[in-house]
């Protein structure tokens, strides 16, 4: 059973950054997209951004581009989210998740669907504010 856990989480202010670490216990994650995704208090859990399994091929929701970088280390099972630039509204429990790269996930239109995602972490807290 693949299990994910975050860190990395913390309280910033805004401009500043943090990165992100989502690491697989046991089980490789080379057959696996993992993508970030975030659920501010209140709202629905959003795609933030996520890279295919051989690290080839990412995507990034449109209010995030340009700031935050999603990278993964195969050997070491691990997935980073580098934010950059952080906002306020960045703000949320941030979460990540795995699926193997097969049905929907061949279509990269689905890859910041949460409904398509079967492994989910415990979820990391960030904070943005002055």
């Known amino acids: 059973q693949l299990q994910l856990v975050e860190s990395g989480g913390g309280l910033v202010q805004p401009g500043g950054s943090l990165r992100l670490s989502c690491a697989s216990s046991g089980v490789s994650l080379d057959y696996y997209a993992v993508g970030w995704f975030r ?19 990412t995507k990034y929701a449109n209010d995030v581009k340009g700031r935050f970088t999603i990278s993964r280390d195969n050997a070491k099972n691990t997935v980073y989210l580098q934010m950059d630039n952080l906002r306020p509204e960045d703000t949320g429990v941030y979460y990540c998740a795995a699926e193997t790269m097969v049905g929907a ?9 949460a409904d398509e995602y079967r492994y989910w972490g415990q979820g990391t807290q960030v904070t943005v504010s002055s």
Do not use: F, H, M, P
């Open 39 to 57: 659920q501010a208090a209140g709202k629905e859990r959003e795609g933030v951004s996520v890279i295919s399994s051989s690290g080839g091929s």
């Open 105 to 113: 996930l061949r279509s990269a239109t689905n890859w910041l669907d």
